[in-house]
């Protein structure tokens, strides 16, 4: 495992505490988080204070099921349990995230995911995550 996949697995653990301060500690003070579904976050702070929000009202929970780094940045692919705000259902999202690197915190995250009403999951249409070892419901 690398440097920065090391990083970005401290970074995972601190969101799953839901801790603004160390979120934020894992980013430059200019970083920015981009969304597929909405808006986004730029500065450490607001990246942290997003992560808040999410674990509070929505118990989110990240998992990496895998990883690259080829020592410049990192990709993954992830899942992330939560709850419907609106009928307290459980639900997953799986996505991927593309980390960009700068003095050796990240300074950039693309992150794509999908999750509507037509594939509400995100899962990968006839993939066993359940048998490759992927976090299920």
């Known amino acids: ?46 990246i942290g204070d997003h992560t808040k929000l999410a674990v509070e009202q929505l118990g989110g929970r990240w998992n990496i099921e895998d990883a690259v780094d080829d020592g410049e940045r990192v990709v993954i692919e992830w899942t992330m349990t939560w709850r419907s705000p609106r009928s307290g259902e459980p639900r997953i999202d799986r996505g991927t995230e593309w980390f960009e690197f700068r003095d050796g915190k990240i300074s950039e995250v693309r992150a794509y995911f999908h999750s509507d009403a037509r594939n509400r999951s995100g899962d990968l249409l006839g993939f066993d995550h359940a048998g490759r070892g992927h976090t299920t419901l």
């Open 1 to 46: 495992m690398g440097r920065l996949l090391d990083h970005v697995r401290s970074y995972y653990e601190a969101l799953n505490s839901g801790d603004p301060e160390r979120v934020a500690a894992h980013f430059t003070a200019d970083a920015v988080h981009y969304y597929t579904r909405l808006g986004p976050h730029e500065g450490a702070r607001s």
